[in-house]
């Protein structure tokens, strides 16, 4: 019993883990965009920050063999904009057509967007 109750601790302490990094990313991202004409460089950094949240948590889903959509779109969508990275286009798009694979719309409707076609993703391949 004490077993099971250790697991699932372990499990549940991960996930809320893995929540509050997407969670500050967004907020991060949210803010960014709000400030982006008005305070470039407060964007900037902010945009920077929740990159670092979001490569964390895209490498650590991937490495325990549970991608997150909400991630790869939110990532996905930094590459396509040049938020806080460098502006990268087929990096966006892999990390998009992962993203509609797990089930995204978000995600599928940025694809739709800009035209972009999806080909077979392997998850192991869109670590940062």
Do not use: H
């Not at 470039?40 to 948590?57: C, G, H, V």
């Not at 998009?96 to 719309?105: E, F, Q, T, V």
């Amino acid at each position: 019993m004490k077993k099971i109750l250790l697991i699932f601790t372990v499990f549940l302490s991960v996930n809320l883990f893995a929540q509050n990094l997407y969670f500050e990313a967004f907020k991060d991202v949210r803010k960014a965009k709000k400030v982006i004409k008005t305070d470039p460089e407060k964007a900037q950094r902010l945009f920077i920050e929740a990159y670092s949240y979001l490569k964390q948590l895209v490498n650590n889903s991937i490495n325990n063999n549970k991608p997150s959509a909400n991630s790869f779109t939110l990532l996905g969508n930094m590459y396509l904009n040049g938020w806080g990275v460098d502006k990268n286009e087929d990096e966006a798009i892999k990390l998009l057509c992962g993203a509609k694979i797990l089930g995204s719309r978000k995600a599928a409707k940025e694809l739709r967007k800009i035209g972009a076609k999806c080909k077979k993703i392997n998850f192991k391949e869109l670590k940062q």
